[in-house]
């Protein structure tokens, strides 16, 4: 599909939007280590975690524009965790400073 222009999505989260893929469905399923899912939810608002889904959010959106030669739409509907709004608004921006940027804890969209 090297000819698509506009991309939407819906994702519960943002955890989809990323090579980042937690061990929490599976754990969610069986019902168990409670504890362990609270204390790993917890420790997605660290800096370090906000950090590393903001650089691999950054590359694989740099995959999808660079395989998407006339690519110049993208609009993600999701839960982002308030944390995470202005470090993806800062790494689009950086990104791709000459395209219009619009980051909400409801919705992440780039215009190229």
């Known amino acids: ?12 989260d ?3 939007w990323t090579s980042i893929q937690p061990r929490y469905y599976e754990a969610e399923k069986s019902n168990r280590n409670l ?15 906000i ?4 650089i691999v959010f ?3 959106l740099c995959q ?3 395989k998407l030669k006339e690519f110049t739409f993208l609009d993600i ?20 400073p000459n395209s219009r940027i619009n980051v909400e804890v409801s919705r992440f969209r780039l215009w190229l």
């Open 1 to 12: 599909m090297p000819h698509l222009q506009t991309l939407r999505l819906w994702r519960p």
């Open 35 to 49: 504890r362990l899912i609270l204390q790993w939810l917890r420790s997605l608002k660290t800096p370090k975690s």
């Open 14 to 16: 943002d955890f989809p």
């Open 77 to 96: 509907y999701g839960e982002i965790h308030k944390e995470k709004v202005e470090p993806y608004r800062l790494m689009a921006q950086t990104r791709f």
């Open 51 to 54: 950090a590393q889904h903001v």
């Open 58 to 60: 950054e590359q694989d």
């Open 64 to 66: 999808l524009v660079e």
